[in-house]
């Protein structure tokens, strides 16, 4: 089955920046998507079709990527950024859709 | 406004049945791709399966863990989703959430927590 891991946890001190991967096991030049959750809270895209920003979303959260690695920097963090990020795509068909294994981001 | 609104949730003995429904308003819901997703306590988000509008052939696709014992459907004329869970196991206990994961955005219900418990 197709797979994407993340790293468990990123830690960042505010103003700095904080960088999420996203590794598939297999390129399927499907998009990736982006979604933060906090606490007690359904997810929120942050990230549409591997860079996209979607409106309402600041202008600090921008996505890249490169062969089978796509990433999500969050730039100037701020204390409201700290949450778990998940990155989201789907197999080769585009059948079946995945969520990474989802990324902490605690603000020091 | 797009709203989804989970209900049914609630303790359930394994081996046993559900229903969650999901309302929806605020979209054109029969236009729609709708999907579930889960999130067992303490876990990470897992896609549960996902229905097609009847105009794109109503296709519906399902996880492997759930596949056979899971069915989604939809009501057009009622803009409500539906999972049917049955032979529910522990390890299906989580809070399930119905979503649009459109192309360019995303609306998620709040969810309903389903517990499969003795």
Redesign the interface.
């Known amino acids: ?1 197709y797979e994407l891991t993340q790293p468990p946890s990123v830690s960042v001190s505010p103003g700095q920046t904080a960088r999420i991967t996203c590794s598939a096991d297999a390129l399927t030049k499907q ?1 990736v ?1 982006w ?1 933060q ?1 906090k606490p007690g809270q ?4 942050v990230i ?2 591997d860079s ?1 920003r ?1 409106s309402g979303i600041p202008e600090r959260f921008s996505g890249s990527s490169s062969g089978t690695t796509v990433t999500l920097t969050i730039s100037g963090v701020q204390a409201e950024d700290e949450a ?1 990020y ?1 990155c ?1 795509s789907a197999d080769s068909s585009g ?8 990324t902490k981001v605690t603000v020091l | 406004e797009v709203q989804l609104v989970e209900s049914g949730g609630g303790l359930v003995k394994p081996g046993g049945s559900l229903r969650l429904s999901c309302a929806a308003s605020g979209f054109t819901f029969n236009n729609a791709w709708m ?1 579930w ?1 889960r999130q067992a306590p303490g876990k ?4 549960v399966g ?1 229905i097609k509008s009847k105009t794109d052939g109503g296709t519906i ?1 399902y ?2 863990p759930v596949k056979g014992r899971f069915i989604i459907s939809r009501d057009d004329s009622k803009n409500t989703l539906y999972l049917q869970m049955n032979s529910l196991r522990s390890e299906d206990t989580a809070v399930y ?1 119905c979503a649009t ?1 459109g ?4 609306d ?4 309903t927590l389903v517990t499969v418990s003795s």
């Open positions: 089955s998009y998507y979604y959750q359904a997810p929120v895209l549409y079709k996209e979607p778990d998940y989201q059948t079946f859709y995945v969520f990474g294994t989802g | 999907t997703v990470g988000l897992e896609w996902r696709d996880v492997a959430y994961l192309d360019s955005s995303a998620w219900g709040q969810g």
